[in-house]
């Protein structure tokens, strides 16, 4: 992702930055430290917080800003049609499987619409766990997205499935729309 930039009073422009120790992070981490014990005790409380603590600021990272809003009925929506798909294409690859028939795989280009590294990364991972397929690479520079594809007979195949991920991404743009970007003013 780019940097976040703030802008100086003369015009000109520096990082921002962030803290290194994010309150949602130091919880989740501090929940993460307490689930692996089994237990809670006002020890493992504050060994987890020191811990949480420790790791933020070893390995900090910048704030995550998804810009994107939830549309409630779109992504209960997608998340439906997901299902459907995992179900869909775990029979398609059974029936692969146990026809033990010669097959053909191929990689598949599919170049997104969307430019946010957010959309990319939610349909390359929603496209993975979809059984038959798996990415193979993912080029931020062009938002190209290559797949592994089981059972690839012909174009007209690779065609269908490059589609079909074009509507996920559409579906995803429905459910999580990019919200509109604050403009700078200096």
């Known amino acids: 992702m780019s940097p976040v930039l703030r802008t100086r009073r003369d015009g000109s422009t520096r990082p921002a930055r962030y803290r290194a120790v994010q309150p949602l992070a130091l919880l989740w981490l501090t929940l993460v430290w307490l689930a692996l014990w089994g237990e809670v005790t006002p020890v493992l409380v504050i060994g987890g917080v020191l811990v949480a603590v420790l790791v933020c600021v070893m390995f900090p990272l910048p704030p995550i800003d998804l810009a994107s809003g939830v549309r409630p009925l779109a992504l209960a929506a997608l998340v439906g049609r997901f299902a459907v798909d995992v179900v869909r294409a775990s029979i398609q690859v059974s029936g692969v499987v146990l026809r033990r028939r010669p097959f053909r795989n191929a ?80």
């Open 107 to 186: 990689v598949v280009a599919v170049d997104l619409e969307s430019s946010s590294d957010f959309v990319m990364t939610l349909v390359a991972s929603m496209l993975s766990l979809v059984p038959g397929s798996v990415v193979v690479e993912a080029r931020r520079s062009t938002h190209t997205l290559f797949l592994h594809v089981l059972d690839v007979p012909d174009r007209e195949s690779a065609e269908a499935f490059r589609r079909d991920a074009l509507d996920l991404e559409q579906r995803v743009l429905r459910a999580l729309p990019p919200r509109p970007h604050k403009e700078v003013r200096a």
